[in-house]
């Protein structure tokens, strides 16, 4: 049930002449950087946790694994029900994104 092209870009014309579209592509980008610079900062803190402490990388890396190896595209509505339709589902979501790529690299 995807809208028709040409009407997306009637769309995007009205929200460029409005000012609409650059609000709302900054506050995206706003979101990347926030969940990107979360998810980093965690990822490294985790990573350099696990890393000085193998009883804890042995006790956490189950659960660490089951979360790397979900979609995580799946917990987006899970965390839209919980947290509403804010930024901070989307935030999150950046934050799984980056969190694991960056902790398996520091580990």
Do not use: D
């Not at 979900?70 to 589902?89: C, D, E, N, Q």
């Amino acid at each position: 049930v995807m809208p028709k092209l040409s009407r997306v870009a009637q769309e995007s014309l009205v929200m460029w002449h409005s000012g609409g579209l650059l609000q709302h592509t900054l506050i995206t980008a706003m979101e990347i950087v926030v969940g990107f610079a979360l998810g980093a900062l965690l990822g490294v803190m985790i990573g350099v946790s696990l890393g000085l402490s193998p009883a804890a990388e042995a006790m956490l890396s189950p659960y660490i694994l089951a979360l790397q190896i979900a979609p995580k595209v799946a917990f987006a509505p899970l965390f839209v029900m919980w947290l509403g339709y804010t930024i901070y589902p989307k935030i999150l979501i950046a934050i799984l994104i980056v969190f694991f790529p960056v902790m398996i690299n520091v580990l």
